[in-house]
Structures are given as structure tokens and as C-alpha cells.
T-cell receptor, first 117, second 114 residues
Framework: GAGVSQSPSNKVTEKGKDVELRCDPI?????LYWYRQSLGQGLEFLIY????????KSGLPSDRFSAERTGGSVSTLTIQRTQQEDSAVYLC???????????????FGEGSWLTVV | AQSVSQHNHHVILSEAASLELGCNYS??????LFWYVQYPGQHLQLLLK??????LVKGIKGFEAEFIKSKFSFNLRKPSVQWSDTAEYFC????????????FGKGTHLIIQP
């Protein structure tokens, strides 16, 4: 597609339920990132995929969070046993590669607004 | 590890005022620099970027930024702001491959009063 696509755009879930957030990166982009943006906060890095390499999971806040990327394209972020503090906007981004090279830019999706009640 | 500092968390200006948002980073090597903007209710959009060449880069909507290597700075400027510039602005620095080389500042919330 033309841009990074995320779904759902809004999700309200009950505490303790599992949620899945989907990201479809820009076609041809090998690098995919998940960030979290809480109210009034900056961007919190969660996880990074680069091609077929093992993902960088260093930003995941707990073992309730996991992500996978199938076929090097679509990614799913899963939050198990959601808590109220998980309420945030979950942003997906992609770039042509994960390298800091000239012209390589990170493009963001519109985000998935998660509210845990 | 590198860090990015945006000194002003909240800025309030009147329309037609000049704008300068500060961004400083801590890394001595080659960097790519970005400014992103997030309008209310919208997603992060690229405002402008610097990779190499002319350190004064121009972006969309009349914004520009100047890379001053000696000061490790990449300040965002606009000579005359409009009410529609109300948004959150994020500076980002990319120092090397991988997510650990990409660092965002905490953002500056800009409010333009009509």
C-alpha cells in the first residue's frame, strides 16, 4: 500500500483480555518498528524487525507483550492479560532497511488507540 | 547510548510569531536527523530530514531546520507560525543500523493562539 496501515484504529478491551494489533508496512520495506505513545509521553520503543534477523525485543515492557512478523511483511503485536497501564497509542513504523543510510526514512502508521477498562 | 533533548516541552505562541524549537543530541559520529509532526488526532508525519549536504534543510509548510555539527543541534524554525501549526513536534536522530540507533526526543507541544 501507499503507507503503513494499522488495525484496529481503536480498541476498547476489558482488563485481563488479550488483544492483537496488526501492522502492514509499506511494500518493500524490510525494517518494521513498534512504538508506544502514552498520553503526554514521548515515543517508547517496543520491538524492531529487520528482514529475517531475530527481532530486537529489548523494549518490550513485560512478558505479556509479544510480536511476530510473518513472511517478512505483516506484523502482529499481542498483549496478553491487558492491564489499565497498557492503555496507549501503539504505533507501527517501517523503513526501507534498518540502516542509517542516505534517504532512509521511518514512516509511521496512524496508530492503534488501545483503551483498557 | 545516544540521547536526544528537546528543551521545551510546551511552547505557546501567537499567530505570526517566529518559532524555534531546540533539539540537541549526544553522538559524535555520522547522523541522520529528522523532525516529525503530529497534529491533533493524526499520525506522525515527516516534516523534514537531513542526511548530508546543505545543513539548512527545508521541509513542508514553511518549516526549516539547520544542522550545526559543532553544537550537535538540529533546531526547527518557522518565521511566521499559523494556528494550524498547533501540534506535537518530535526530533529524531539515527546514528547506526537497528532500532538502538534511532532515538526520539520526548516531543514539544506547540500551541498557537489565534
Amino acid at each position: 500500500g501507499a503507507g503503513v496501515s494499522q488495525s484496529p484504529s481503536n480498541k476498547v478491551t476489558e482488563k485481563g483480555k488479550d488483544v492483537e494489533l496488526r501492522c502492514d508496512p509499506i511494500s518493500g520495506h524490510t525494517a518494521l518498528y513498534w512504538y508506544r505513545q502514552s498520553l503526554g509521553q514521548g515515543l517508547e520503543f517496543l520491538i524492531y524487525f529487520q528482514g529475517n534477523s531475530a527481532p530486537d525485543k529489548s523494549g518490550l515492557p513485560s512478558d505479556r507483550f509479544s510480536a511476530e512478523r510473518t513472511g517478512g511483511s505483516v506484523s502482529t503485536l499481542t498483549i496478553q492479560r491487558t492491564q489499565q497501564e497498557d492503555s496507549a497509542v501503539y504505533l507501527c513504523a517501517s523503513s526501507l532497511t534498518g540502516d542509517r543510510v542516505s534517504g532512509n526514512t521511518i514512516y509511521f502508521g496512524e496508530g492503534s488507540w488501545l483503551t483498557v477498562v | 547510548a545516544q540521547s536526544v533533548s528537546q528543551h521545551n516541552h510546551h511552547v505557546i505562541l501567537s499567530e505570526a510569531a517566529s518559532l524555534e524549537l531546540g533539539c540537541n543530541y549526544s553522538y559524535g559520529g555520522t547522523v541522520n536527523l529528522f523532525w516529525y509532526v503530529q497534529y491533533p488526532g493524526q499520525h506522525l508525519q515527516l516534516l523534514l530530514k537531513y542526511f548530508s549536504g546543505d545543513p539548512l534543510v527545508k521541509g513542508i509548510k514553511g518549516f526549516e531546520a539547520e544542522f550545526i555539527k559543532s553544537k550537535f543541534s538540529f533546531n526547527l524554525r518557522k518565521p511566521s507560525v499559523q494556528w494550524s501549526d498547533t501540534a506535537e513536534y518530535f526530533c529524531a536522530v539515527w546514528t547506526r543500523g537497528g532500532a538502538d540507533g534511532l532515538t526520539f526526543g520526548k516531543g514539544t507541544h506547540l500551541i498557537i493562539q489565534p
